[in-house]
């Protein structure tokens, strides 16, 4: 069985963090999702997954891969075929990236690397397209949109620059995120 792990790599659980780690529970599975690295907030987890104190660099599992989008390889459902474990950084991403799944995982462990292709994902996206390319939909017939934007007030907008999925026409979303970030100060 296909495992999903998040090395939960902010200092807090937030609750943008909440917010995504519950969307992609719902899309892969309570049963296939994994946390680790969970020192605070473990018990708003409990219901979306495994939760684990350890790092992912404390527990040994065989079959796994990072997903890291400094990776060389491009995951393919054939390469997705080699593992049963599928690790992710549980990370808000910069723009521009400063590649810190390659310096907080992928540099610690000695296990195979991929990307999902060269452009950074919000980690739900990330695991849901993995997820896709698992079940045999390669990266190229997967549609993307390449940032996605947020009216906070009228006239004021954030964008987000980051890839995210689009299924049916819509761009794949955290549901509740979009209420979160617009409820959010704007920084000026």
């Known amino acids: ?28 599975g309570k049963a296939n999702l994994m946390f680790t690295n969970v020192t605070a907030g473990a018990a708003k987890l409990k219901s979306l997954g495994d939760v684990r104190k350890d790092s992912i660099k404390d527990i040994p599992l065989k079959k796994a891969c990072v997903l890291d989008p400094s990776a060389k390889k491009l995951l393919t459902p054939k390469e997705a075929k080699k593992f049963d474990y599928f690790i992710f950084g549980g990370i808000l991403g910069d723009n521009p990236q400063r590649f810190r799944t390659k310096k907080l995982i992928t540099s610690k462990l000695k ?29 190229g017939k997967l549609k993307f949109a390449e940032e996605y934007e947020i009216e906070e007030e009228p006239g004021f907008y954030r964008i987000l620059p980051y890839r995210y999925l689009v299924e049916k026409g819509k761009i794949v979303f955290a549901p509740n995120l979009k209420d979160f970030l617009s409820k959010l100060k704007p920084s000026v």
């Not at 069985?1 to 892969?28: D, N």
């Not at 296990?111 to 939909?137: E, F």
Request: proline fraction near 5%; glycine fraction near 4%; charged fraction near 25%.
């Open 1 to 28: 069985m296909t495992k999903f792990v998040v090395e939960h790599l902010e200092p807090s659980m937030y609750k943008w963090c909440i917010i995504e780690y519950t969307h992609m529970s719902k899309r892969v």
């Open 111 to 139: 296990l195979p690397a991929y990307n999902l292709g060269d452009k950074q994902m919000s980690t739900d996206t990330a695991v849901i397209v993995c997820k896709k390319i698992v079940d045999g939909t390669p990266l």
